[in-house]
């Protein structure tokens, strides 16, 4: 059985975001990446602080994993779109707190489109 394109690019989305979650222990410093303007990324608060959302990102991306073994792709598709909420928010918290733009929409709003476009391509596969 082919694995549809769809399936392997919302795979994609999810190992990245596992990774992402999994660096922010290692390297917390990773964070000013985010597009946050005077991020402390040696205070020990903002490192507890990035802990939990490390946590929480590798769970989103396990759900995407759980979604592909368990679920029809219809499903996996809704969740891709509603999960686009997150880069989505992402994107305008950098911008709020005037942060570049280009990392805004470079890299949250990117991830945002590239999610609904997946969800979508899931739902009318």
């Known amino acids: ?3 549809p394109v769809a399936t ?4 994609l989305i999810g190992l990245g975001i596992i990774v992402i979650g999994a660096r922010a222990f290692h390297t917390p410093q990773a964070a000013v990446g985010f597009g946050i303007p005077g991020t402390p990324a040696e205070d ?6 990035l802990s939990v959302k490390a946590v ?3 769970a989103s991306g396990l759900f995407v994993f759980v979604l592909i073994a368990a679920a029809t792709p219809s499903v ?5 779109l509603a999960a686009a909420a997150i880069p989505a928010g992402d994107a305008l918290i950098v911008l709020r707190s005037k942060g570049p733009k280009a990392t805004a929409y470079g ?3 990117a991830t945002a ?7 979508v391509l899931l739902l009318i596969a």
């Open 56 to 58: 929480r990102d590798i």
């Open 113 to 119: 489109a590239v999610m609904v476009a997946i969800g």
């Open 8 to 11: 392997v690019l919302a795979a």
């Open 76 to 80: 996996l598709g809704w969740f891709m």
């Open 44 to 49: 020990r608060t903002f490192q507890a602080w």
């Open 1 to 3: 059985m082919l694995i």
């Open 107 to 109: 890299v949250h709003g």
